[in-house]
């Protein structure tokens, strides 16, 4: 069946440095989609990804689709405190929804 | 805006015994989820049900049952409880489109204790 995988695991940054969060499904995948689950709460959607080659910015996260549609990625840039928590990726092919393991970012002020 | 409403929020039981969680989705969302997420891990999918009828299966023991009624919300019962199934258990909702493309929107989750 369909598989995500999301590295890394875990990342702990500093303050201002920038954050990556890779993900990789096992079958070409019809949208790609973002959470992030801060600690104690839960998943809440970031962001769609539907085309091929996608790129979406917010603010400073930047959510790439690959050309494929199997393989994504999440760029943080300049981490704030603010954006501890455990950010997932979610590969949907018809009404099959899958989950990474997700990437836990800690921010050290 | 409405949002999922899942209840309980905590539920305490001991082995062997049985329990009902309980999922409200967002108005007019046609599709409902449920995920189990243990601490520390991602959410694993186990079953979701599109207007009433079950459309996928993921990783539910046969211990487990769930059903859609006719008013969207959704019930998942588990029976002969173990251990291991203390988890954080979320419902999401998610409006089906054609492309199936709609986003999930999830509940605070119900927090089942297994003693």
């Known amino acids: 069946g369909q598989q995500v995988m999301q590295i890394p695991q875990y990342q702990h940054v500093q303050e201002g440095e920038d954050f990556t969060t890779y993900c990789n499904s096992s079958t070409t995948l019809s949208n790609i989609q973002w959470y992030k689950q801060r600690p104690g709460g839960h998943p809440v959607f970031l962001i769609q990804?539907?085309?091929?080659?996608e790129v979406k910015k917010q603010k400073r996260l930047t959510f790439q689709f690959g050309e494929a549609k199997k393989n994504s990625s999440l760029h943080i840039t300049a981490t704030q405190t603010t954006d501890v928590g455990t950010y997932f990726c979610?590969?949907?092919?018809?009404?099959?929804?899958?989950f990474g393991a997700g990437t836990r970012l800690t921010v050290k002020p | 805006a409405a949002g999922v409403i899942q209840s309980p929020r905590h539920l305490i039981k001991e082995k062997r015994e049985t329990a009902t969680l309980k999922c409200y989705p967002i108005p007019r969302h046609d599709t409902v989820y449920w995920y189990q997420q243990g601490p520390g891990q991602d959410p694993q999918f186990l079953i979701s049900f599109y207007e009433k009828m079950q459309s996928d299966k993921g990783s539910i023991p046969d211990r487990f049952s769930a059903q859609q009624f006719s008013d969207y919300h959704s019930e998942l019962n588990m029976s002969s409880l173990e251990l291991g199934d203390s988890a954080l258990y979320f419902c999401?909702?998610?409006?089906?489109?054609?492309?199936?493309?709609?986003?999930?929107?999830f509940g605070n989750g119900t927090r089942l204790t297994v003693t």
């Open positions: 990804l539907v085309k091929s080659g």
């Open positions: 979610a590969g949907q092919n018809n009404n099959d929804m899958r």
């Open positions: 999401a909702s998610s409006l089906y489109v054609s492309s199936g493309n709609s986003p999930l929107h």
